[in-house]
Every structure is written in C-alpha cells, then in structure tokens.
C-alpha cells in the first residue's frame, strides 16, 4: 500500500526551539512527509529534510507578499509536483497564507495552532498582522481542521470565531525512551529554567523568586537555558549572585542532561503586553519525562502540561513569593520531589507519547481526506 503524503509548512525551517516540527515529521507512520519553508533559519534538527521555495537566502519583500497573497507561482508548481493528500501548515497565520493554494489545488488543509498565532492582539501599524487579519476568514471558512495544543487554546480560538466542530484540541508530544527516570530526590537543589529570556516566560518572576529561596536555601542552583532580550538582566544577576549559572542557548540533548540533573524545573509563563500566552510548554512535559517534577502557571495552557501537587505545582506567575514557597517545598523535601517525579514520568508516558498522538493526528488526517474524498 502506497503511503498517503502530508506537506507540512512552516515559513522558516527550522529554527533550533522548534523541536515539535521537527518531531512532527519525524514520527508519521502511515504517511509520507514533504517539509516546506520559504527560507532556511539554520541547519538545525538535520535529519530532517526539507525543501526551502528560497534556498538561497530571505525571499524578496515581493515574493513574500506575493506569497501571503495566494500568488506564489514556486508554491503552486511544488504543489503540482508533491500532489499531497493533505497540507498540514504550523501557526495560524501560515495556514492563512496557505488557504487559497490548498483550495485551489482541492487539498485540505490542517493548521495547528500554538500559542502567540491565536492569542496577541494583532498591530494595527504591522501589514504582516493587517493582511493576515484579511486572510483569517479566509481560514476559517476553508480549513479542514484548525488543532490548537491545548484546551486553554481552543477557547480562545472558539472566542475568536473558530467553528467548534472544526477546532479539536490535539496536545504535542514528545519521543520517549525506555530509560528509568531520574530521582529527582537524589539531585542537588537545583532549579532550571530553560525557554526564552522575555518576559512571557516569567524568568523575571524566576530570578526574583530565586533570591527568596536563597534567604532559606544559600545551597540552591539556577540554572538558566536559553536566549532572548532579557540575557542582560540575567547576566547581571549572575554577577551578583553566582548561584545562577546561564548555559545560553543549548541543544535539545544539552537542554535534557541539564534537567535531568535538577531538583525541579519551572516555566512560569505569563500573558505578555501584546496579549502573547503560552499555548501548553512542551518544555514541562520534557523535563517531567525525565522524573523531575515541574513549577508553572495555573494561567494558560501551561496548567494543563502538569498535574497540580501531583506531577508538580501550579502558582500565580506574578507572585515570586508563591514561586518560591513552591521551589522551597520541592528543595527542602527531596521525598516529595522524588515522588512527584516518578509521578510525572508516568503521567507523561501515559498521555504525551508522540508515538501514540502522531496516530491520533493521522486518524484525523484520514477523516478529513475521507470527508473530502466524499464530498467530491
């Protein structure tokens, strides 16, 4: 049996965080996977290939609009060419830019939404937002089905005029090993952060919250993975404090070696100035596949990545002092962060292996075809 072919779209590939488009193509099963781009934004996630409509550097301001407009002759003839079953674009505001090419070449087309493609507020002085905003009813009436990442998401998407019987939550996942989990008891007191340095992610609220639990803890750790805006204000608070150690920007296996060596991990999302809120954080979900429990928001879709005092904690991501009553209960009793951890690691394995979600996400795939294959 000849497998059926998916597209899957993303504008840039791939960037070093987007380890979920990487992960995507990497565990289809019963369809074969063609990954499109306009342009290359490094040579990360290697093994998987893709096809760039610009290989040669950023298309021209003319050809990204043409593209955002439906007029790209390069996206037509790879259209012709490939002849999918289905065109799975990555963000909202791809699946607009894709919408006339998928109706026009009768493919339907599969949009997962992430996070900041469905909750900012759109800039009314940003013709990339104006011309999407013009697109989005566009993708609305003709996508075949919109997967937001989270529950917290499609509400807001529901909100925003998304048709119900259209937008089906579908949680990410992640690979899983057959390694033990770590006991997260064992590991010196460490917390670590790992995600962007903006302030979305709260590492502002994680460095304030660190300097309380110093005052009961003077052997706890920071440690802080990543890159953004915010690496000054981090870098300053090194200086003064060297309990903070700042890796930067880290591969996928860097990131999960500095985990699995911590007491806890934390991403204490908050909604941003622009609206921006965490669609889920796969991040939790690595670090609790690892046996280490996690400290996150109880705003956004980040509460539904961990079990609250089971698998983890949930806390206001404004307030350090929550955020530091719950890394203190994690540092201060390693039988509870061992526990906990054990707990998450089964949590994860029963509801976020990739292997189980991408034949979840194939099933849907086939009913759209078979809806489509119906109806023609």
Do not use: W
């Not at 005029?161 to 997260?184: E, K, M, S, W």
């Not at 390693?334 to 991408?358: K, W």
Request: aromatic share 6%; proline share 7%.
């Amino acid at each position: 049996m000849i497998p059926r072919r998916a597209l899957v779209f993303t504008e840039t590939a791939l960037a070093l965080s987007e380890t979920f488009i990487a992960a995507h193509c990497r565990a289809l099963q019963g369809y074969d996977y063609t990954l499109i781009a306009l342009h290359s934004s490094g040579d990360n996630h290697a093994d998987v290939p893709r096809h760039l409509i610009f290989p040669h550097g950023r298309p021209s301001a003319v050809s990204r609009l043409a593209f955002r407009l439906g007029l790209s002759r390069r996206i037509d003839d790879l259209i012709a060419r490939i002849q999918p079953d289905i065109i799975h674009a990555h963000y909202l505001t791809n699946g607009a830019f894709l919408a006339p090419y998928a109706k026009r070449h009768g493919i339907p087309l599969v949009v997962t939404a992430h996070g900041h493609d469905a909750t900012r507020v759109l800039r009314a002085n940003s013709a990339y937002d104006q011309l999407y905003r013009l697109q989005r009813a566009r993708l609305i009436r003709n996508a075949a089905l919109i997967l937001p990442v989270s529950n917290f998401l499609r509400e807001q998407l529901l909100a925003r005029g998304f048709p119900p019987t259209r937008t089906r939550t579908h949680y990410l996942g992640i690979p899983l090993t057959n390694d033990p989990p770590v006991d997260a008891g064992t590991n010196p007191p460490r917390i670590v952060f790992a995600g962007r340095l903006v302030a979305k992610k709260g590492i502002n609220t994680v460095l304030e919250a660190f300097a309380l639990v110093l005052r009961t803890n003077p052997d706890a750790e920071l440690h802080i993975v990543g890159d953004g805006p915010l690496r000054p204000l981090v870098e300053a608070r090194a200086i003064q404090t060297p309990r903070i150690i700042i890796h930067g920007a880290q591969s996928p296996e860097r990131t999960q070696q500095i985990m699995a060596s911590a007491r806890l991990a934390t991403l204490p999302s908050r909604p941003a100035q622009d609206g921006d809120v965490e669609g889920f954080g796969l991040v939790l979900i690595e670090a609790q596949a690892l046996g280490v429990p996690v400290v996150t928001s109880k705003t956004g879709g980040t509460a539904e990545a961990v079990v609250n005092g089971e698998t983890g904690f949930t806390v206001d991501p404004t307030s350090s002092a929550e955020l530091a009553q719950a890394f203190l209960e994690l540092i201060d009793n390693p039988a509870r962060a061992r526990s906990m951890g054990l707990t998450a690691h089964r949590f994860v394995r029963e509801n976020f292996d990739i292997r189980r979600q991408s034949l979840a996400l194939e099933q849907f795939y086939d009913k759209v075809i078979q809806t489509r294959e119906a109806a023609a």
